[in-house]
């Protein structure tokens, strides 16, 4: 896999978590019928997870399995943004601790597989283009979400589109991460 890869898996990943992130409050709102209350838990739950995720990635993740755990957290994020789509809401509060704990081994799998893609000598300056990829990561997924809505009157089926296009994302992350295989290339 290419640094080039790597960067538009990170891209894609960062912007599919933020993207959900935004947008979970009025999705809950319009098709859950959920206060403000019961989302607050709702994102105390996600928080924890996440928590739980990154403390769980301190220990078991490492640059020798960072690609394993980067596809494991991606499918599993995908997994829990299509349990959001159904509608279900023992399945809702499934996919919340699912979502935790994926985005927070995601960010650790994310920084660690970087970190191992370069010499010390260079850390600064490739960090930085990991800062910045993280940061321009509201650029895609706004764009894929707001589809739907110009495309369907139907608010309902709006969001549930736009919340599996977001899963497709995630998936498409999983697919450059498993089709490439060749080593990967040092900067």
């Known amino acids: 896999v290419s640094i080039g890869h790597l960067l538009l898996i990170y891209l894609l990943l960062f912007d599919v978590m933020a993207t959900v992130q935004r947008n979970l409050p009025p999705y809950l709102t319009s098709i859950f019928k959920m206060t403000d209350e019961t989302q607050a838990i709702g994102f105390l739950i996600i928080l924890l997870s996440a928590l739980m995720g990154g403390l769980v990635s301190a220990k078991v993740v490492s640059f020798n399995n960072s690609v394993s755990w980067l596809k494991r957290s991606s499918i599993s994020l995908c997994l829990a943004i299509i349990f959001i789509c159904l509608g279900n809401s023992v399945l809702l509060w499934i996919a919340l601790v699912i979502a935790g704990i994926s985005y927070g081994l995601l960010e650790s799998a994310i920084r660690i597989n970087f970190m191992g893609n370069f010499s010390p000598y260079t850390?600064?300056?490739?960090?930085?283009?990991?800062?910045?990829?993280?940061r321009t990561s509201g650029v895609i997924g706004p764009l894929i979400w707001i589809v739907p809505f110009y495309l369907f009157n139907d608010e309902h089926k709006s969001y549930i589109l736009s919340m599996l296009f977001m899963a497709a994302l995630t998936f498409i992350s999983f697919l450059i991460l498993s089709l490439k295989r060749k080593g990967i290339t040092r900067i």
């Open 123 to 134: 850390a600064g300056k490739n960090f930085g283009v990991l800062a910045v990829v993280e």
